[in-house]
């Protein structure tokens, strides 16, 4: 299992979600994916993500003006 780190600072929704799903294709089952992101909307936009993935969100915290998003992927 491998840890992949995608940087989506500075982009507005639907960006920081839409390069999610792109850098998950290249994932396995079980591989978790870190996002980074500076959109306070894209709270919400993960767990939606997560939910209608079926992917798992590990947990998701901020600092300042970074949210970072610790997704593991299913299927």
Do not use: N, W, Y
Not at 64 to 72: Q, S
């Amino acid at each position: 299992m491998a840890t992949t780190q995608l940087d989506a600072t500075g982009f507005k929704c639907p960006i920081p979600v839409l390069k999610a799903r792109k850098a998950i294709r290249d994932l396995t089952d079980g591989d978790t994916l870190e996002v980074l992101s500076t959109d306070p909307g894209s709270v919400p936009d993960f767990e939606a993500f997560c939910d209608a993935g079926g992917h798992e969100l590990l947990k998701h915290t901020r600092d300042g003006e970074v949210f970072r998003f610790l997704i593991r992927v299913s299927g």
